[in-house]
T-cell receptor, first 112, second 113 residues
């Protein structure tokens, strides 16, 4: 079975601060990894994904994530957050032909 | 038009009532899902379907049932609604060719009084 753990439930940052959200997964084989974002009052949408190849993947709005296989991690980063990044962020994993499993989410609040 | 459409968007109902939430998609995906979202609990999978003849329980299926009427339609029913089913419900679709990237509907906010 696959599982996902997000360490931070609620993060508060000032604008221009750097962001790193932790995500660890458990699965014994090859995985597809995702970060989704949910802006206030909206549905989830894909932020970035990792399938294979370069472990550093870039997504929309300046976000990036690094897949570290030895640590079973897929942390999300952004060098300088903006107020408009205020949202909830979900890490997700899909191993083999299984369904996608989501983490419990991290709420990011950016203070102007 | 949205690729994944959920109806209704908001619903208030009373304890014991039967309610159906509907989802339709135009993406041509074979896989469809129903999730509920509760504050602090993230997204929890209720039911999923990998094709029209395939229905599977998720982690919190008790009190819910589903129907996959066609590849494009996947309905969620609450046979006898109870207050702790008050939540935000999302339908999503994916396919293997797309590496299971999930596409979500706008959500249905359900309140059970």
């Amino acid at each position: 079975a696959q599982s996902v753990s997000q360490h931070n439930h609620h993060v508060i940052l000032s604008e221009a601060a750097s962001l790193e959200l932790g995500c660890n997964y458990s699965y014994g084989g090859t995985v597809n990894l995702f970060w989704y974002v949910q802006y206030p009052g909206q549905h989830l949408q894909l932020l970035l994904k990792y399938f294979s190849g370069d472990p550093l993947v870039k997504g929309i709005k300046g976000f990036e994530a690094e897949f570290i296989k030895s640590k079973f991690s897929f942390n999300l980063r952004k060098p300088s957050v903006q107020w408009s990044d205020t949202a909830e962020y979900f890490c997700a994993v899909n191993g083999g032909y299984q369904k996608v499993t989501f983490g419990t989410g991290t709420k990011l609040q950016v203070i102007p | 038009d949205a690729d994944v459409t959920q109806t209704p968007r908001n619903r208030i109902t009373k304890t014991g009532k039967r309610i159906m939430l509907e989802c339709s998609q135009t993406k041509g995906h074979d896989r469809m899902y129903w999730y509920r979202q509760d504050p602090g609990l993230g997204l929890r999978l209720i039911y999923y379907s990998f094709d029209v003849k395939d229905i599977n329980k998720g982690e919190i299926s008790d009190g819910y049932s589903v129907s996959r009427q066609a590849q494009a339609k996947f309905s969620l029913s609450l046979e006898s609604a109870i207050p702790n089913q008050t939540a935000l419900y999302f339908c999503a679709t994916s396919d293997l060719r797309g590496k299971n990237i999930q596409y979500f509907g706008a959500g249905t906010r359900l309140s059970v009084l």
